[in-house]
């Protein structure tokens, strides 16, 4: 038995401790999240799952259902919510922020397959066919979330039909996205790519009205397979001539007809 100091007190390690010296299998392992169990009041909470495009068709007595079974949990920025080939039991939607999936390489080099914001979901596809995780999922900015485990979301979509064709929808729309991304890869210069990118991400801010995109130059240029540099170096060309504004904290964009005919034309030296 080891030697005991003066003052020390006996505690037990929970397993998400232990893990960080290797003593839990992979399997065991507790998601890496810094969760923090959010309380709005049930008012609101029916009101938000309401009106959500997923959940909208459930009566009030399963909607009664989903809040019991619903977790809210806060995500810090940065935070890895879920890794590629972890067991997939559970649905992710986001309530508020942003979260990227990614692909990691042997490299290091993350490849973005999306970007999502408030309202999205993922997880779903580990979630309907029970295998693990496809993809990395992690925070871009904090985030609010719901999180539904898989035990108790397939009975709802038993009994709702709406709940899966909305998942099917869902399905069709990444599945469109991923064959248009390779597309552009295979067959687009950077220009055309860039622009393509950042039409599709860009977003109205509400307070400024301007057409913006939050996003790195690091993590665009993993979006369109390219280095940062490279991204860099035609987004400066694209600021000289007043088509683009870069930003700390992302990119806006100034001219939305001129990226849409280098989107379409898609000339190497633009």
């Not at 879920?82 to 649905?91: I, M, N, T």
């Not at 485990?149 to 909305?166: C, S, T």
């Not at 060309?237 to 930003?247: I, S």
Request: proline share 5%.
């Amino acid at each position: 038995m080891p030697h005991k100091h003066r003052g020390e007190v006996n505690v037990d390690i929970p397993p998400y401790a232990a893990r960080y010296r290797g003593r839990v299998p992979r399997n065991q392992r507790e998601p890496i999240m810094n969760e923090t169990a959010l309380r709005p009041r049930g008012a609101e909470k029916r009101c938000v799952l309401q009106s959500h495009y997923l959940f909208g068709k459930l009566n009030p007595t399963q909607i009664g259902r989903l809040m019991s079974c619903t977790v809210e949990k806060s995500v810090a920025r940065g935070t890895t919510i879920l890794s590629k080939d972890d067991p997939g039991s559970s649905l992710f939607a986001i309530r508020k922020g942003e979260v990227k999936i990614t692909v990691p390489s042997v490299g290091g080099h993350d490849a973005v397959l999306n970007l999502l914001t408030d309202g999205d979901i993922f997880g779903e596809i580990a979630l309907l066919d029970g295998r693990p995780r496809t993809a990395d999922a992690v925070a871009i900015t904090d985030c609010e979330m719901f999180v539904i485990e898989r035990r108790d979301f397939m009975p709802l979509v038993q009994e709702e039909p709406q709940i899966a064709l909305k998942l099917i929808e869902t399905l069709c729309a990444r599945l469109r996205q991923t064959t248009q991304q390779a597309e552009s890869l295979m067959f687009l210069h950077l220009p055309g790519r860039l622009a393509k990118t950042l039409l599709r991400l860009s977003f109205v801010d509400g307070i400024t009205a301007e057409r913006k995109i939050a996003i790195t130059q690091k993590e665009l240029g993993n979006f369109i397979g390219v280095s940062r540099e490279s991204t860099n170096r035609q987004l400066r060309l694209w600021e000289e001539n007043k088509w683009v504004r870069l930003e700390r904290a992302g990119i806006i964009i100034l001219s939305v007809k001129t990226l849409e005919r280098i989107a379409e034309g898609d000339s190497e030296n633009t």
